[in-house]
Every structure is written in structure tokens, then in C-alpha cells.
């Protein structure tokens, strides 16, 4: 017996449900045969007692012993019509629908940046996400010809993909057609009013400005004063870029990365062989900045930090070895006799001269280390102080030392 109506909706539903609730229903139903389902109304329910808050009386005779009904005939029992009211209905239809969500990528793939006007003339949504999901104009390129390349098998006579060949695999005359798509497509969301203003011959300022004229292919070029020189049409007569859209990023990235990471003048330079980025410069640079390839040839290592003043024995006059380093060096595996064993070289280094002293140790323990120093203090000198690191050994030897001490000091006459 449950209260929650929906759930009783759900297993009497012949409605498609959600992954969720439909794997559980079915593993319900699968027990079907043996149960029968009924409906407990909510202050019947001895469960609601601990979570809805009650008396102490209620809850023990409600948990212990349910409703009173539930002792008699199940023919007595409240027999509700379990007939959804029309907000519950809502609910539970509601719930059913909740998980199934259908995700879909609106990418518009255009500008990236709120301040560009929209446009009735956008790139489509499928072939924008690949503008913003790509890195590489190069991939754009050849999944757009693809793209084109199926549409002429659709429309073979179409004359907007006649620049398309007709050949099996993706040519240089496919990613050109590719690439003037883009750039068409691009400048039409971006630069819609400068094509209103060519139609309709009205005064525009960057068509004043840029000499912006439309050519055969429907894309804005910019006339400079090389019209009359022997150079490529796409030198003579740029393609007009906005300054920010992920088209134009692609064609810079392009391009600084053909250069081998040139700097920004080359790379402007060279973007300007086809294109004319308005304020070029300005997001050639902000694009050179981001390249991680670049930061990462051009970076700066770190800054050290500040260092702390040298500890004073290591810059007062002294004679060798008063003040020391120690540290261990080892295991080294040696062979005595027929007999493989291991010692360790007890490193001394002098604070001041920086003069080192060597010796070889049989072992880790305290006696070792002890008998060690006795020899260097005899060939030495005895250090004023050693400055070693916590290594176990060491630990050790000021344990062993320290017992000793508190030996000495709780009985004088053994001195
Ligand atoms: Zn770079």
C-alpha cells in the first residue's frame, strides 16, 4: 500500500515513462501476479507520523499496529478512486517527462561577442557549432565540403554548388568553394547593412571608407589602390572580415600557425593576402596572446624567490669543519671475501670552506654513527655544531644520546 497517487498512476500507466521510472515499474510489474496494489490515505499512513510530525502517543500505535482498518476484511478497507485530480495528473505527467530531455546544440557559431548586431542572414546552427567546436580552419574546411559535396549529389544542377567538382574525394576546389561559403555566410551576419546600402545605393561609411563592392560570388571585397596591378584578385581585392567572429579567429589562427608562429605584423600581413580584418591589428594581437604555442616559446620563467640571509656560520671566519653538514650516501653493495654486505658513506661537509670529509659506515644504527664521528673528530677536530636533516639514523643516535645524558644526569658518579 503506498499514498503517492503518481506512483500508483505509473503502475496502472500504459504511457511511456522515463528510463527511471519505467525500469522500476517493470521490475514492479514483473511481481505483478502476486501483488495487489492499493491506495493508504495520508493520515493513515503510519509512515507520513515521523516525517509529518505527530504526538508520541500517535506514533506507537500507529507504527505498531497501522491503521485500524487493516485489522478488519480487505473488503473494508477505503477504496479511493484513484482517478488522478487534474493537478496530480499534471504532476505525474510531469515526472514522466522531466528525465526525457531531448538536448540539442543551437551553437550559432558566429560572433562571439554581445555587441555584434544580429542578422537575418545567420549561419546555419549545424555547420556554425562546427566553427566553435573546431580548432582548425583546415577541418571546417573539409567538413563543410563534405557537407556541399552531399548536397550536389541532392541537387546536382544547383547553380550555388556549381564551384563544387565532381570528383569522389575532397579537392582544392572544393575547400576553396568551402572557404568562399564561409566567407559569404559570414559577412551576410555580420556586415548586413553594408549590403543594404550596396543594393540600395545609399551612403555607407565603410563602403565609402573601404571601397567595399560586392563581386561575382556575392562576396564584399574591399578596392584599394592596387585594382590595376598584376597580383592575384584576392590581393587586389581583399574579402572583408569582422574584427570579432570565430570565422575570422580561424583564418588568423590559420595563418599564424602556416608562418611557424610568426609575430603580428607577418601574420597581419599575410591574412592580408586574402582578407581585410577591420581592426586587423588589434585582434591579430589579441589572438597572438592567447596562442599557447607562443606563450609558451616566449614566457618568462619564474621569478625566483627571495632568498633568506645565509645562516651565520656559513660566512664566519672559522676553521675547517667547526661548523658541519652530515648526511648519509649509500647503500653501496660490496663483496668481502665470498660474502655481499652493504655500507654507507657518512657525508661531512665543512659550512664555511665547504671542504668535505668521507667515511664509510657498516651500518644505520646509533654505534655506528657513533664510533664514525669519533674517528672524524679525531682526524677533525670536534665540530661546534652539525646540521643534519631527520633522517631516521639520526633520530635514533639523539634518542640513544639523550638516554645516556639523562643516565649521566640522574647519577653523577658515573662520571
Ligand atoms: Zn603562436
Same mark, same amino acid.
Given at each position: 500500500?503506498?499514498?503517492?497517487?503518481?506512483?500508483?498512476?505509473?503502475?496502472?500507466?500504459?504511457?511511456?515513462?522515463?528510463v527511471f521510472v519505467a525500469?522500476?515499474?517493470?521490475?514492479?510489474?514483473?511481481?505483478?501476479?502476486?501483488?495487489?496494489?492499493?491506495?493508504?490515505? &495520508?493520515? !493513515? +499512513?503510519?509512515?507520513?507520523?515521523? *516525517?509529518?510530525?505527530?504526538?508520541?502517543?500517535?506514533?506507537?500505535?500507529?507504527?505498531?499496529?497501522? @491503521?485500524?482498518?487493516?485489522?478488519?476484511?480487505?473488503? /473494508?478497507?477505503? =477504496?479511493?478512486?484513484?482517478?488522478?485530480?487534474?493537478?496530480?495528473?499534471?504532476?505525474?505527467?510531469?515526472?514522466? /517527462?522531466? @528525465?526525457?530531455?531531448?538536448?540539442?546544440?543551437?551553437?550559432?557559431?558566429?560572433?562571439?561577442?554581445?555587441?555584434?548586431?544580429?542578422?537575418?542572414?545567420?549561419?546555419?546552427?549545424?555547420?556554425?557549432?562546427?566553427?566553435?567546436?573546431?580548432?582548425?580552419?583546415?577541418?571546417?574546411?573539409k567538413i563543410t565540403a563534405?557537407?556541399?559535396?552531399?548536397? %550536389?549529389?541532392?541537387?546536382? +544542377? *544547383? @547553380?550555388?554548388?556549381?564551384?563544387?567538382?565532381?570528383?569522389?574525394?575532397?579537392?582544392?576546389?572544393?575547400?576553396?568553394?568551402?572557404?568562399?561559403?564561409?566567407?559569404?555566410?559570414?559577412?551576410?551576419?555580420?556586415?548586413?547593412?553594408?549590403?543594404?546600402?550596396?543594393?540600395?545605393?545609399?551612403?555607407?561609411?565603410?563602403?565609402?571608407?573601404?571601397?567595399?563592392?560586392?563581386?561575382? +560570388?556575392?562576396?564584399?571585397? !574591399?578596392?584599394?589602390?592596387?585594382?590595376?596591378?598584376?597580383?592575384?584578385?584576392?590581393? %587586389?581585392?581583399?574579402?572583408?572580415?569582422?574584427?570579432?567572429?570565430?570565422?575570422?579567429?580561424?583564418?588568423?589562427?590559420?595563418?599564424?600557425?602556416?608562418?611557424?608562429?610568426? &609575430?603580428?605584423?607577418?601574420?597581419?600581413?599575410?591574412?592580408?593576402?586574402?582578407?581585410?580584418?577591420? #581592426?586587423?591589428?588589434?585582434?591579430?594581437?589579441?589572438?597572438?596572446?592567447? !596562442?599557447?604555442?607562443?606563450?609558451?616559446?616566449?614566457?618568462?620563467?619564474?621569478?625566483?624567490?627571495?632568498?633568506?640571509?645565509?645562516?651565520?656560520?656559513?660566512?664566519?671566519?672559522?676553521?675547517?669543519?667547526?661548523?658541519?653538514?652530515?648526511?648519509?650516501?649509500?647503500?653501496?653493495?660490496?663483496?668481502? &671475501?665470498?660474502?655481499?654486505?652493504?655500507?654507507?658513506?657518512?657525508?661531512?661537509?665543512?659550512?664555511?670552506?665547504?671542504?668535505?670529509?668521507?667515511?664509510?659506515?657498516?651500518?644505520?644504527?646509533?654505534?655506528?654513527?657513533?664510533?664514525?664521528?669519533?674517528?672524524?673528530?679525531? #682526524?677533525?677536530?670536534?665540530?661546534?655544531?652539525?646540521? !643534519?636533516?631527520?633522517?631516521?639514523?639520526?633520530?635514533?643516535? #639523539?634518542?640513544?644520546?639523550?638516554?645516556?645524558?639523562?643516565?649521566?644526569?640522574?647519577? @653523577? =658518579?658515573?662520571?
Amino acid at each position: 500500500m503506498t499514498d503517492a497517487r503518481c506512483v500508483l498512476h505509473w503502475i496502472k500507466s500504459s504511457k511511456p515513462l522515463s528510463v527511471f521510472v519505467a525500469n522500476r515499474v517493470s521490475e514492479i510489474r514483473t511481481c505483478g501476479e502476486f501483488l495487489s496494489f492499493r491506495h493508504v490515505p &495520508g493520515e !493513515c +499512513n503510519p509512515a507520513d507520523v515521523a *516525517s509529518r510530525g505527530g504526538l508520541v502517543a500517535d506514533l506507537q500505535e500507529s507504527w505498531w499496529h497501522g @491503521p485500524d482498518w487493516l485489522r478488519t476484511t480487505s473488503d /473494508q478497507w477505503p =477504496d479511493e478512486d484513484l482517478t488522478l485530480s487534474a493537478d496530480e495528473s499534471d504532476l505525474a505527467s510531469k515526472e514522466e /517527462q522531466a @528525465p526525457t530531455l531531448h538536448t540539442a546544440s543551437l551553437v550559432t557559431g558566429g560572433s562571439d561577442r554581445a555587441t555584434d548586431q544580429p542578422s537575418p542572414h545567420t549561419i546555419p546552427s549545424g555547420l556554425g557549432s562546427v566553427l566553435t567546436r573546431t580548432s582548425s580552419l583546415r577541418k571546417v574546411l573539409k567538413i563543410t565540403a563534405l557537407c556541399m559535396k552531399f548536397l %550536389k549529389k541532392l541537387r546536382p +544542377n *544547383s @547553380p550555388r554548388l556549381s564551384q563544387i567538382s565532381n570528383s569522389y574525394d575532397i579537392v582544392s576546389q572544393d575547400i576553396q568553394a568551402a572557404r568562399d561559403w564561409w566567407t559569404r555566410m559570414v559577412q551576410r551576419e555580420a556586415f548586413p547593412d553594408i549590403f543594404k546600402a550596396i543594393k540600395t545605393n545609399a551612403k555607407h561609411s565603410s563602403v565609402a571608407n573601404l571601397g567595399v563592392v560586392i563581386d561575382d +560570388n556575392g562576396i564584399l571585397r !574591399c578596392a584599394g589602390r592596387l585594382s590595376n596591378a598584376e597580383l592575384p584578385t584576392d590581393q %587586389k581585392l581583399p574579402k572583408l572580415l569582422p574584427t570579432y567572429h570565430a570565422f575570422t579567429k580561424h583564418v588568423i589562427s590559420e595563418v599564424h600557425g602556416r608562418l611557424l608562429h610568426a &609575430g603580428v605584423r607577418h601574420t597581419l600581413a599575410q591574412t592580408r593576402q586574402e582578407f581585410w580584418i577591420i #581592426r586587423g591589428r588589434a585582434i591579430v594581437r589579441r589572438i597572438l596572446d592567447q !596562442c599557447s604555442v607562443c606563450r609558451r616559446h616566449e614566457g618568462r620563467p619564474f621569478k625566483l624567490p627571495s632568498m633568506p640571509p645565509w645562516p651565520k656560520e656559513r660566512i664566519t671566519r672559522a676553521l675547517p669543519f667547526t661548523y658541519v653538514g652530515l648526511d648519509y650516501l649509500g647503500p653501496l653493495l660490496i663483496r668481502t &671475501g665470498t660474502e655481499k654486505g652493504k655500507v654507507w658513506i657518512k657525508l661531512v661537509t665543512c659550512l664555511t670552506t665547504r671542504a668535505v670529509h668521507l667515511d664509510i659506515v657498516s651500518g644505520l644504527s646509533a654505534a655506528a654513527f657513533l664510533n664514525s664521528m669519533r674517528r672524524f673528530a679525531a #682526524r677533525r677536530g670536534k665540530p661546534k655544531s652539525i646540521v !643534519c636533516n631527520n633522517a631516521p639514523q639520526f633520530k635514533l643516535v #639523539r634518542s640513544v644520546l639523550d638516554d645516556h645524558l639523562k643516565l649521566i644526569l640522574a647519577n @653523577p =658518579d658515573l662520571l
